[in-house]
């Protein structure tokens, strides 16, 4: 069982930045892959950036591409958004998930912080 909890989200004007946060408790954070995703109201839920167990492999979306990098810290059972030259299309909730791999289903979900992005 893992429980994640994600902190960091607020408000910044476009061409700021935000670190979001996703902590975790269970024993076996470390085994899990962890993705962002994120939901702007009205649409679809969308996938931003994952990281593998070990931090040695990371996937972003296209939109998320040399603006924000995912770091983790399994000592502190801890996965880092960190988002840089935000966008008001930025504008989401942004969920952290925890699965058995990149790009498998995910198991567990956070409940999410509102990160907004003003122009």
Do not use: H
């Not at 935000?18 to 899990?32: D, E, V």
């Not at 167990?53 to 960190?82: E, H, P």
Request: some cysteine; aromatic content about 12%.
């Amino acid at each position: 069982q893992v429980q994640l909890v994600e902190s960091g989200g607020g408000l910044v004007q476009a061409g700021g930045s935000l670190r979001l946060s996703c902590a975790a408790s269970g024993r076996t954070f470390s085994s899990y892959a962890i993705s962002w995703f994120r939901q702007a109201p009205g649409k679809e839920r969308e996938f931003v950036a994952a990281i593998s167990w070990s931090g040695g492999s990371t996937f972003y979306a296209t939109s998320a591409k040399g603006r924000f990098t995912i770091t983790r810290d399994n000592a502190q059972n801890t996965v880092y958004l960190q988002m840089d030259r935000l966008k008001p299309e930025d504008t989401a909730v942004y969920y952290c998930a925890a699965g058995r791999g990149i790009g498998t289903p995910a198991e567990y979900w956070g409940q999410g912080t509102q990160v907004t992005v003003s122009a």
